[in-house]
């Protein structure tokens, strides 16, 4: 659903949101990966660890910014709970085919592409929901999209996990603990995303402001994608 052209407005007050990617984009937390505790525990498994990995999982979810800002896109203008069901259903279905087949194949992808293609993701939805589109002659299919960009969603998430050399014993119980525990962690990061727009909806300050968040939403994609490539042509490949 594309911003109303007459509900476009700012405020000093809103206007913040453009320089928080700046703030929040460090080089550290540009480079999100597995915690190094986390790192070592994973490392060290050798055979099924169910709930650890579950843990694991919801973690990386909870902490898991790139994909947090491109949920705050896709749900940012869906007000009826059944649709909000239907489209991270897309992408959680998307992102665990990519997580799963990722790591038991063994695809072998440079994480700083990938990366780079899930800030381009925020990118998207931001620029859909400010009606950017519009001024296109063609209109994308939004859930076909969703599911797509859920695919390099887990490919990400699986490319972290291939940085280290996971056992063989338990591998596949482990990976999927990996990923039911992203699911969970989707769940309670959506809930609380879900909450506070619903109570931000009932504000006039919501459509009024809806063009300067999703302008901060994409500056932020923008400022992912570009440290990410400037990443894969500065720094030597380990692949």
């Not at 000093?12 to 453009?18: D, E, G, M, N």
């Not at 491109?70 to 959680?92: D, E, K, N, S």
């Not at 962690?185 to 402001?209: D, E, N, P, V």
């Not at 968040?213 to 720094?235: C, E, P, R, V």
Request: net charge neutral.
């Amino acid at each position: 659903m594309p911003l109303p052209t007459e509900e476009i407005g700012s405020s000093r007050f809103f206007r913040w949101l453009l320089f928080v990617p700046v703030l929040f984009f460090s080089a550290q937390v540009l480079a999100h990966s597995i915690a190094s505790d986390d790192a070592n525990f994973v490392l060290g498994v050798d055979g099924p660890a169910i709930m650890p990995f579950i843990y694991l999982g919801a973690k990386h979810m909870v902490t898991g910014y790139d994909h947090l800002l491109f949920l705050v896109g896709v749900i940012f203008f869906l007000y009826r709970p059944t649709h909000v069901v239907q489209y991270v259903t897309l992408f959680a279905l998307g992102h665990s085919i990519t997580l799963l087949t990722g790591v038991l194949a063994n695809w072998q992808v440079n994480a700083y592409l990938i990366d780079a293609v899930i800030g381009f993701s925020i990118v998207y939805k931001a620029f859909e929901n400010i009606g950017g589109f519009k001024l296109l002659p063609f209109q994308p299919n939004t859930r076909v999209a969703v599911f797509v960009f859920g695919l390099f969603h887990g490919l990400g998430l699986a490319t972290k996990l291939q940085e280290f050399e996971l056992s063989e014993n338990g591998l596949i119980t482990n990976i999927i603990s990996f990923n039911v525990g992203v699911e969970i962690g989707q769940i309670l990061a959506l809930s609380g995303i879900f909450i506070f727009l619903s109570a931000w909806r009932t504000s006039t300050s919501y459509l009024k402001h809806a063009y300067t968040t999703n302008t901060a939403l994409m500056t932020g994609g923008f400022l992912l994608a570009g440290y990410q490539l400037a990443s894969f042509y500065l720094i030597p490949s380990y692949l």
